[in-house]
């Protein structure tokens, strides 16, 4: 019992350590990996390479797949040359699988002290999420190691003879076996490494292993689908395609098995593990056989999956692709996108306001009141999205921009549920009593209106570049709005006392408007907070400029 223990904590320190080094290689060079994949990788032979080194360095195709998938959703990278880059990925897997069936018992301590020293002592910088690198590494190594003693007592034990014994020789079967544990370990990699460890240990033959192998590979497909089968039509092209050629690949090998059982026991004579090694051929041949056939297969998986228009989506969120979940920096830009289609929205009611009072237009005033359920629905898209992207696997600049996006999201579904009640004023104040604004008035509220629009252009330009200027003068125009307020507030007391009737009939309202409006801006001025914070631009506030003045 405490050897079966010893062995399933050593099968979870080995995906954990899978884990750290793909969340720890995203945190440090996720945006680069991303540009690498975005380049216009159009050339088959290219894109195969590129997919080869990029889930070399996240030691998991799934990861790979979920990236390229995005790209080919937003249109950055064709179908044909996803599929070619997931083929790369598939021999890139292998060929770290290949890496780690060497005997590394003496890298392991010397890669955790030195990740853990790095780490420790550099946290908030790049050295220290590479000494994160470095522990999951670590552990890896560390972790194959202790599967082989926890199983070398097992190799002696009845039970476990009469349990290979009793495992079924169709290669089929095992190769199911070996899917379904590839997608509960969500680690194609670490599952083949199991494996090879398990056959080292005689407790697997090699026929049981090749079968366990297919079935990991196969379980590799399956996880990326199962993970993007919820995504629109042109996200699940990669992941259905590269599925496709799994299973092709597995029934083409199938036959065959039996007869590769003794080439591949004379590579442990060269030092190459056996199992290890036949993964490495299986894919490398599934890639260069099937890398002539990526242009048909997406020329057919278009005409099966063909993109939805946004037409016909037009409530929902156009840009928080689940996709891209897997590649935190890709995931943070998909919801600024998001974001600014919630801003579009919001800058759509306010523009509105005008024609509503000029026109008292209770149609209008309905329909923008209506878009402001839009703006909560995208608010709370937008959040549930941001809380699905880990945190750990942020860089310091992506940590906070997700902070950023969140306040800046709050801040456009408080302006949406300000501009809805002020529109419903209008409507109860003004239209439905047959009342007009004086011309004074009206042309105050005109002149507020149009700063306010200016305004908030001026911080969607703030929130998508963040320049420290534009930071400075939006807030210099939110001081001045407040100003202009409290002038136009005076200017009415003053008509009031001068019995002007139409100021007399909507004082309520004009009075309620123009605080409402200032309101708005104090949200679109909260943009700029966290860019003059960054740059240590913010002065002391009033309540403590006053404390000091008293003292």
Same mark, same amino acid.
């Given at each position: ?44 032979? *290219?894109? /195969?390479? !590129?997919? &080869?080194?990029?889930? $070399?360095? +996240?030691?998991?195709?799934? =990861?790979?797949? @979920? ?124 599952? *083949?490494? /199991?494996? !090879?460890? &398990?056959?080292?240990? $005689?407790? +697997?033959?090699?026929?049981? =292993?090749?079968? @366990? ?134 800058? $759509?009611? +306010? ?144 008509? +009031? ?55």
């Amino acid at each position: 019992m405490l050897n079966l223990l010893n062995l399933l904590a050593a099968i979870a320190l080995l995906v954990w350590g899978t884990h750290m080094v793909r969340t720890g290689v995203l945190r440090v060079i996720g945006g680069k990996l991303r540009d690498i994949l975005a380049r216009g990788i159009n050339q088959r032979f *290219v894109g /195969l390479l !590129a997919g &080869l080194g990029v889930t $070399g360095l +996240l030691q998991s195709s799934t =990861a790979t797949c @979920l990236i390229v998938s995005a790209f080919v959703g937003r249109g950055m990278i064709t179908t044909a040359a996803a599929l070619a880059i997931m083929l790369g990925a598939d021999v890139g897997t292998s060929l770290m699988a290949l890496f780690f069936s060497f005997d590394l018992s003496w890298l392991s301590p010397l890669l955790i002290f030195a990740g853990v020293v790095t780490f420790v002592t550099n946290q908030n910088n790049t050295a220290g999420r590479w000494g994160r690198v470095a522990i999951g590494l670590g552990l890896m190594t560390l972790a194959l190691h202790l599967i082989v003693e926890a199983t070398r007592p097992m190799t002696q034990s009845p039970g476990v003879k009469a349990l290979l014994m009793a495992l079924p020789s169709d290669w089929a079967i095992l190769m199911l076996v070996g899917a379904l544990l590839t997608v509960i370990s969500y680690s194609s990699l670490a599952m *083949v490494l /199991l494996t !090879a460890a &398990l056959y080292t240990s $005689g407790i +697997l033959t090699l026929p049981h =292993a090749l079968g @366990l192998v297919l079935g990991a590979n196969l379980g590799s497909g399956v996880l990326a689908y199962l993970n993007l089968s919820k995504s629109s039509p042109e996200v699940r092209r990669v992941p259905v395609g590269n599925l496709g050629f799994k299973i092709m690949g597995c029934i083409l090998a199938l036959p065959v098995l039996h007869g590769l059982a003794a080439p591949l026991d004379l590579l442990s004579q060269w030092g190459l593990h056996p199992v290890v090694s036949f993964h490495v051929i299986f894919n490398t041949l599934l890639a260069l056989t099937l890398i002539f056939f990526v242009g048909a297969t997406a020329r057919k998986l278009e005409d099966w999956l063909p993109k939805v228009a946004d037409s016909q989506r037009p409530h929902e969120p156009r840009y928080l692709d689940p996709t891209a979940l897997g590649t935190p920096a890709l995931a943070i830009a998909c919801a600024a996108r998001e974001a600014m289609h919630q801003a579009d929205i919001v800058e $759509g009611m +306010l523009r509105g306001i005008m024609p509503v009072i000029r026109n008292n237009d209770a149609g209008l005033s309905q329909q923008l009141r209506e878009m402001d359920d839009q703006v909560d629905r995208l608010y709370s898209a937008i959040k549930f999205y941001l809380t699905q992207i880990s945190r750990e696997a942020l860089s310091e600049n992506e940590s906070r921009r997700w902070t950023d996006i969140m306040s800046f999201t709050i801040n456009m579904e408080q302006m949406g549920d300000i501009i809805e009640r002020v529109l419903q004023d209008i409507e109860d104040k003004k239209i439905h009593k047959g009342r007009e604004f004086s011309q004074a008035g009206l042309e105050e509220i005109e002149d507020m209106h149009q700063r306010l629009m200016a305004n908030l252009r001026l911080g969607l330009s703030v929130f998508l570049y963040g320049e420290l200027q534009d930071a400075q003068k939006l807030l210099e125009e939110k001081v001045k709005l407040r100003d202009l307020e409290r002038e136009y507030a005076h200017r009415h007391l003053t008509r +009031l006392q001068d019995n002007t009737p139409q100021s007399i009939g909507t004082s309520s309202l004009h009075i309620d408007l123009i605080s409402e409006l200032k309101r708005i801006n104090s949200h679109i001025c909260s943009i700029a907070y966290p860019i003059l914070e960054q740059a240590g631009a913010l002065a002391e506030t009033r309540l403590k400029q006053s404390q000091l003045r008293l003292d």
